[in-house]
Nanobody, 120 residues
């Protein structure tokens, strides 16, 4: 069983910054790409950023130039540095990853979510 635990959400004024963290633990053999998604009230969950196991990155157009995704493979942790935050960034942010567990089965894991609120 693989668990993802996010932290770092909170309330911030527009223009401010937050750094989210997500640590993976459990019976992990491999971790593939790690992603951040977000879901705003009344909207569908959307992909915000992805980082591959080789640290290639990709971002949603709405966050390019403002958000930076990174990972520490030794700690099985992914980060999302969010700068120049806007009220429209308000959402619950989820981390996600896939890989292979100790029983050699693939896993598809989601965190519990961390809330980010940006006030205008």
């Amino acid at each position: 069983q693989v668990q993802l635990v996010e932290s770092g959400g909170g309330l911030v004024q527009a223009g401010g910054s937050l750094r989210l963290s997500c640590a993976a633990s459990g019976n992990i053999v491999t971790i593939n790409a790690m992603d951040w998604y977000r879901q705003a009230p009344g909207k569908q969950r959307e992909l915000v950023a992805t980082i591959t196991s080789g640290s290639s990155t990709n971002y949603a157009d709405s966050v390019k130039g403002r958000f930076t995704i990174s990972r520490d493979n030794a700690k099985n942790t992914v980060y999302l540095q969010m700068n120049s935050l806007k009220p429209e960034d308000t959402a619950v942010y989820y981390c996600h990853t896939t890989g292979i567990a100790f029983d050699w089965r693939t896993y598809d894991a989601w965190g519990q979510g961390t809330r980010v609120t940006v006030s205008s």
